[in-house]
């Protein structure tokens, strides 16, 4: 009986621990992302890169792009594992955020930067870059309905 109860338990408590294993990432993002207007797309890949960065956040249509770091407050950091580190942000990332990491294959980076401060408030990595901004996206939303909740 009580190594059933045991079973029983330890069951339960996995179950209750699974969220925390599930891969996703559940912390807050930065509250500078949430108010972010516009942002400044910085290319350290491809031009391809580029353009799918560009054309993702636009039909996304969260914030404004700028071509001028100083109206933006966002940068958007685009990279891929081979790219050289950015101009006051941090190395290129690879597989799972891990800078300087081989990876062969397609594969991006993004990381946004606070462009007042130019500190890294989030950093990203997936297959494509389309992949990110969507994960992203679906994060902000998520993050907004929490927030919405909480307010009286």
Not at 95 to 100: E, V
Not at 130 to 152: G, H, M, V
């Amino acid at each position: 009986m009580k190594r059933k109860l045991w079973f029983q338990s330890a069951a339960f408590a996995a179950l209750l621990a699974a969220p925390c294993f599930g891969g996703k990432d559940h912390t807050l993002l930065n509250p500078k992302i949430i108010a972010a207007k516009s942002a400044c797309i910085q290319n350290l890949a491809s031009t391809t890169l580029d353009d799918e960065t560009y054309k993702e956040l636009k039909r996304w249509k969260r914030w404004e792009i700028v071509d001028n770091r100083t109206m933006a407050d966002l940068v958007v950091i685009v990279s891929s594992p081979v790219s050289p580190p950015a101009p006051g942000g941090t190395q290129p990332c690879g597989p799972g955020g891990k800078p300087g990491s081989k990876h062969s294959g397609n594969f991006a980076c993004l990381e946004l930067l606070d462009a007042k401060s130019g500190a890294s408030v989030y950093r990203a990595s997936g297959k494509t870059v389309q992949d990110i901004i969507r994960e992203l996206a679906k994060r902000i939303e998520k993050q907004e309905e929490q927030n919405d909740r909480q307010s009286p």
